[in-house]
T-cell receptor
Framework: EAGVVQSPRYKIIEKKQPVAFWCNPISGHNTLYWYLQNLGQGPELLIRYENEEAVDDSQLPKDRFSAERLKGVDSTLKIQPAELGDSAVYLC???????????FGEGSRLTVL | AQSVTQPDIHITVSEGASLELRCNYSYGATPYLFWYVQSPGQGLQLLLKYFSGDTLVQGIKGFEAEFKRSQSSFNLRKPSVHWSDAAEYFCAVGHNAGNMLTFGGGTRLMVKP
């Protein structure tokens, strides 16, 4: 069974440029999460989807970040425009509702110059 | 709001020695507790979880953890560390049936030959 797939693995952009990250969760997983992981820190939740509905996006900086999960399967996280402080790893995870076990992708490492 | 504290940012142990990584949590109800491991450039992998029942839980790769409600702790242990255990370890507390995780800051484990 394929795990959570994220792309790109690495992205280097200049500040003020847009960037997008894509995530394909494990087949059948209703819940999808985007986490932000700064260097040397634990992951912090940005947004959680139950199927196609964003049920927790209180930590998502909505002035520059947006996310979507059309059709309740794969998801895209966008930053526009990117700032220097956005340099981090963006992790996607998925889970079956009620199991409490999150499966993580390998992450997308963003460097903003 | 829930929180997780991992007091040790770095730990170095000799190969073959025993290991204990500390985790303290703050949560108003019965917690769901997790330990994840992250190797460099990789996503997070679940080592073990506690939902209820026996307070000593066994995980993968020879790890175990003990839930102590009176101390609000969920420490991770391994009797004999292998060089391949060198990684970052994250403790997390979950609510909403464990689907909403709050991570600690992580402990980086280094293993001396």
């Amino acid at each position: 069974e394929a795990g959570v797939v994220q792309s790109p693995r690495y992205k280097i952009i200049e500040k003020k440029q847009p960037v997008a990250f894509w995530c394909n969760p494990i087949s059948g997983h209703n819940t999808l999460y985007w986490y932000l992981q700064n260097l040397g820190q634990g992951p912090e939740l940005l947004i959680r989807y139950e199927n196609e509905e964003a049920v927790d996006d209180s930590q998502l900086p909505k002035d520059r970040f947006s996310a979507e999960r059309l059709k309740g399967v794969d998801s895209t996280l966008k930053i526009q425009p990117a700032e220097l402080g956005d340099s981090a790893v963006y992790l996607c995870a998925s889970s079956l509702r009620r199991t409490g076990e999150l499966f993580f992708g390998e992450g997308s490492r963003l460097t903003v110059l | 709001a829930q929180s997780v504290t991992q007091p040790d940012i770095h730990i170095t142990v000799s190969e073959g020695a025993s290991l204990e990584l500390r985790c303290n949590y703050s949560y108003g109800a019965t917690p769901y507790l997790f330990w994840y491991v992250q190797s460099p450039g990789q996503g997070l992998q679940l080592l073990l979880k506690y939902f209820s029942g026996d307070t000593l839980v066994q995980g993968i790769k020879g790890f175990e953890a003990e839930f102590k409600r009176s101390q609000s702790s969920f420490n991770l242990r391994k009797p004999s560390v292998h060089w391949s255990d060198a990684a970052e370890y994250f403790c997390a507390v979950g609510h909403n049936a464990g689907n909403m995780l709050t991570f600690g800051g992580g402990t980086r484990l280094m293993v001396k030959p």
